[in-house]
């Protein structure tokens, strides 16, 4: 060990450095010619791990404008959340639930009590034909010299009320309240006919009784029959049939006093 001391001590000591070997440039014709290199094997981290020359990333160029700097992920678009245009979009009555071949199909099964009703169709919550048949109800019952309008709206909830008990507790499916509003709402329209026909005459003698009780037969057997097609309720019509024609009865009575 003594002797490795005294020939560390006898070497000869230079200020010679192999960093400033690597950072030693050569310029030939001047600084910035054409001819200016520097040589420069491989770089060192500021930490002094090696970094090969094949390893480090390429540096990548600026290629926008000054103020303008480009983005690198474009903005979305509106068709991207509200589908490709505007064309494709559903009508505005259609979201809203009216659809007129469907109110018109309903009307037609009521007006025809013995056509076979379409189960799908009467399932749907439409308020838009019921609420104008009430409104033509009230307007034939005005003419008339009756202004009877809060009471066929009130009739017309607690009927509802009552018959949306009565069917969840009869069919195995259960139906909605919409449903059920629906369906004594589109059968109202014969009873419409009624109204209008004691405008001109008077339903207090035999004619007007038997008109009466055909009338309310017609409208509790096309709900009955709707009700049965729409919530499967196979055998069960005349149980049906007998509480909505104890309510269409209670307008029968608006009309006829």
Not at 96 to 109: A, R, S
Not at 114 to 133: H, K, Q
Not at 184 to 200: E, Q
Not at 230 to 236: I, K, P, R, S, V
Request: charged content about 10%; hydrophobic content about 40%; overall charge negative.
């Amino acid at each position: 060990m003594s002797g490795f001391d005294n020939l560390n001590s006898g070497f000869y000591q230079t200020s010679y450095s192999i960093d400033e070997q690597s950072q030693q440039s050569y310029d030939y014709g001047g600084s910035g010619g054409p001819y200016s290199k520097q040589y420069a094997g491989c770089e060192y981290s500021q930490q002094g791990r090696f970094v090969p020359p094949d390893m480090m990333q390429p540096q990548q160029t600026y290629t926008g404008q000054i103020y303008q700097p480009t983005q690198a992920y474009p903005p979305p678009t509106p068709q991207t959340f509200y589908g490709d245009s505007f064309e494709e979009e559903p009508p505005l009555l259609e979201e809203l639930g009216i659809n007129f071949d469907h109110i018109w199909q309903k009307t037609l099964t009521v007006l025809h009590p013995l056509r076979a009703s379409d189960g799908s169709i009467m399932n749907e919550t439409d308020l838009a034909g019921p609420v104008v048949f009430c409104l033509a109800f009230g307007a034939t019952l005005l003419l008339a010299g009756k202004i009877q309008f809060g009471y066929v709206y009130g009739i017309s909830a607690i009927g509802c009320l009552g018959m949306f008990c009565l069917l969840n507790l009869m069919s195995m499916t259960g139906v909605s309240f919409g449903c059920v509003a629906s369906v004594l709402g589109y059968c109202l329209l014969p009873m419409i006919l009624l109204s209008s026909f004691a405008v001109v005459f008077s339903l207090q003698g035999m004619v007007g009784i038997l008109l009466t009780a055909t009338i309310i037969g017609w409208c509790s057997f096309s709900a009955s029959k709707i009700f049965i097609s729409a919530l499967a309720m196979d055998g069960q019509q005349l149980l049906v049939a007998y509480p909505c024609a104890l309510l269409y009865g209670v307008f029968a009575l608006i009309s006829v006093f």
